[in-house]
């Protein structure tokens, strides 16, 4: 099965869901991971439909970003964690960030999005299965660091993003997504 056709099917399942919960598809955004992937294969998935591109490192997203510039509605996140030295071209492409996880990266974004005078969409990332292989906040800590960065003025905080621990049975993440509401 080609992209177009798997994201054909990616569609379907996302409008069935949204329908259970009483919504509609158009509420939902589909994010792409497009990291290790080459930009041929993004400009596929381009046409199929995707305008979501999620990067997990910050360099080989500004690389792809610079490379498709021309197509103007594509919106770029970065999905993998994120050092502070990094910050300034973090906030310099992306338009979220999906993993803001310490104070000091709170202050180094907000600082970085200042100085460009934009307001940065982020979600918090949290190690809800307290894994050490994975980055995030722990949930004992979340409350703070939401609370502090929330006073943060060039930050804009959307919401919580996590992983849970890989397993075969997808019913085996749903106490993490409970445990993270």
């Known amino acids: 099965m080609g992209i177009k056709e798997n994201y054909q099917k990616i569609l379907e399942i996302a409008e069935k869901s949204a329908k259970k919960s009483g919504r509609k598809l158009e509420d939902v955004i589909i994010l792409g991971a497009s990291k290790t992937q080459p930009v041929e294969k993004l400009i ?9 591109f999620g990067e997990n490192r910050v360099q080989e997203g500004i690389d792809k970003i610079e490379k498709l510039k021309e197509y103007k509605d594509i919106h770029w996140h970065l ?12 906030v ?3 338009e979220m960030i999906h993993s803001l996880d310490r ?16 307001k ?23 409350k703070e660091l939401f609370e502090y960065s ?24 749903r106490p993490y997504f409970v445990r993270l509401r």
């Open 150 to 173: 929330m006073q943060k003025e060039n930050l804009n905080i959307l919401g919580l993003m996590c992983i849970p621990p890989y397993s075969e049975n997808k019913e085996d993440s």
């Open 120 to 142: 940065q969409d982020v979600l918090i990332e949290v190690n809800i299965g307290g894994e050490e292989s994975k980055y995030g906040v722990q949930p004992e800590n979340l």
């Open 103 to 118: 104070k000091p990266l709170a202050d180094e974004l907000d600082k970085r999005a200042k100085k460009i005078g934009k």
């Open 92 to 94: 310099k492409y992306f």
């Open 44 to 52: 596929e998935a381009y046409k199929a439909g995707l305008r979501y």
């Open 79 to 90: 999905i993998g964690g994120l050092q502070t030295n990094k910050a300034k071209y973090a």
